[in-house]
């Protein structure tokens, strides 16, 4: 059974740091593209960053660019987001997906995506 799970959320303080965590059971990211998104109350979902299967193409949205690093580690089974410079805008919850497609690809519509995780929450308040 596929599954993905988050984790790394919580509460930060504006301008404040968080690293999510997207690990896999029942598969091997390193063969998948890894898209983050996320959803705030009331918002639809949007994608926020994603890195190639290639690991050498990623994507970020105009939000996210100078803020946020998305990298693999293949050995662990992992793909992390690192959040800098956090702002209450930021505030949602943090997805991952895994699309299994094309080796460059970075897909960026949620509709591209096959597996996704449950969320983690993470809420940027003083």
């Known amino acids: 059974q596929v599954q993905l799970v988050e984790s790394g959320g919580g509460l930060v303080e504006p301008g404040g740091s968080l690293r999510l965590s997207c690990t896999a059971s029942g598969l091997s990211l390193e063969y998948y593209a890894i898209g983050w998104f996320r959803q705030a109350p009331g918002k639809e979902r949007e994608g926020v960053s994603c890195?190639?299967?290639?690991?050498?193409?990623?994507y970020y949205a105009d939000s996210a660019k100078g803020r946020f690093t998305v990298s693999r580690d293949n050995a662990k089974n992992t793909v992390y987001l690192q959040m800098n410079s956090l702002k209450p805008e930021d505030t949602a919850v943090y997805y991952c997906a895994a699309y299994c497609g094309s080796y460059y690809y970075t897909p960026r519509w949620a509709y591209e995506y096959d597996y996704w995780g449950q969320g983690t929450q993470v809420t940027v308040s003083s």
């Open positions: 890195i190639s299967t290639s690991d050498d193409n990623t």
